[in-house]
């Protein structure tokens, strides 16, 4: 199975897109209550939204694997990246609503351990390969860690999130320049927008950003809303919505990948 989407760049930009994948090998047939509740919570058209990303000849690298099946943006250890707060786990037992997603007994240490070796180890591994290939390039590269997620999501927050939400691990993961540049353009942009407000960047935004290193991440976490029309209760009937191609949000990314990729 081919785990990952590469496409590679000159460019000092790196795209990650962990969770846009709905694929689930055949192995996992019968494990889940179902194929719909197992793909729910994607961050759905993710790849398609940033497609102009390869004009500016980025480096984009994409899972092709559901992340019911395996995490591939939490701590390999198990270790929860927001403590105290509701979320999701590594091998995930139930979708962002608390709805269990196994239909058999769920996954133990060594069916985890099992999991990160053929299926997160993989994309990490791309992903590693590239931040070297483009380091040994250029003094200093961005990572741009694409996420989305519905507007309203009760069990995981309160009210509506922001549209954008920007996530730099508090300020640790890039250089402030990066920071501002980003926040200025999405409090430019008119639409609501927060710094590492609730979702302050999960494992690869916290591992791999090192600006010492010349490694600057930063995590984005859209509000579904921006590029799609989002049903009050999802349904297996209604859900995922299409890709909006005329996404109000899209002059915004346009631009802050632009300004990350002078």
Partial sequence: ???????????????????????????????FVSGWLARKDTDWHIPTLYAFAEALDATIIAARISRAVIDLNRDPSGASLYSGQVTTGLCPAETFDGEPLYASPLPDAAETARRLALYFRPYHAALEGEIARL????????????????????????????????????????????????????????????????????????????????????????????????PATPTAENWPAPLNPAAPILPVLQDILKGLCP
């Fill in 1 to 31: 199975m081919n785990l990952v989407t590469l496409r590679r760049g000159k460019a000092p930009l790196i795209l990650s897109m962990p969770h846009g994948g709905t694929e689930i090998p055949e192995e996992f047939a019968g494990c």
């Fill in 135 to 230: 380091r040994a390039k250029h003094e200093n590269i961005v990572l741009y860690d694409c996420h989305s997620i519905r507007s309203r999501i009760p069990r995981l927050f309160p009210g509506e999130l922001p549209q954008f939400s920007i996530g730099t691990n508090g300020g640790t993961s890039c250089a402030p320049e990066y920071e501002v540049l980003v926040a200025e353009i999405c409090a430019r942009s008119g639409f609501s927008w927060v710094l590492n407000g609730r979702f302050k960047g999960g494992w690869i935004t916290r591992h791999y950003g090192n600006p010492r290193a010349g490694v600057h991440a930063i995590q984005m976490e859209l509000a579904m809303r921006g590029y799609m029309d989002e």
